[in-house]
């Protein structure tokens, strides 16, 4: 079983930055894609980014593309997420996902950090 683990949420101020990280274990880490979704209030949970197993590939949401930026360090077994430029439209819960079988990688779920951007 894979654990995964967010950390790095809070609230900031629009324009502002925050880096989410997520630790994984139980399992290889680099043998799985990872990604990251987010659900906001009253709204349906929506793909953020993903990036492949050796960092080769990785995709991101069209409405964060420019702002937001995923990376990995196979080394520390974690997985983060780059926030700038903040937008209120961006407050959710971010949740941290792993997978060996789909793109973007939907297997394992964490439990999710919040984000909240006061404009």
């Known amino acids: 079983q894979v654990q995964l683990v967010e950390s790095g949420g809070g609230l900031v101020q629009a324009g502002g930055s925050l880096r989410l990280s997520c630790a994984v274990s139980?399992?290889?880490?680099?043998?799985?894609?990872m990604g990251w979704f987010r659900q906001a209030p009253g709204k349906e949970r929506e793909f953020v980014a993903a990036?492949?197993?050796?960092?080769?590939?990785?995709d991101i949401a069209d409405s964060v593309k420019g702002r937001f930026t995923i990376s990995r360090d196979n080394a520390k077994n974690t997985v983060y997420l780059e926030m700038n430029s903040l937008k209120s439209e961006d407050t959710a819960v971010y949740l941290c996902?792993?997978?060996?079988?789909?793109?973007?990688?939907?297997?394992?779920w964490g439990k999710g950090t919040l984000v909240t951007v006061s404009s």
């Open positions: 139980g399992r290889t880490f680099s043998n799985y894609a």
């Open positions: 990036i492949s197993r050796r960092s080769v590939n990785t």
């Open positions: 996902t792993a997978g060996s079988g789909s793109w973007p990688p939907m297997d394992y």
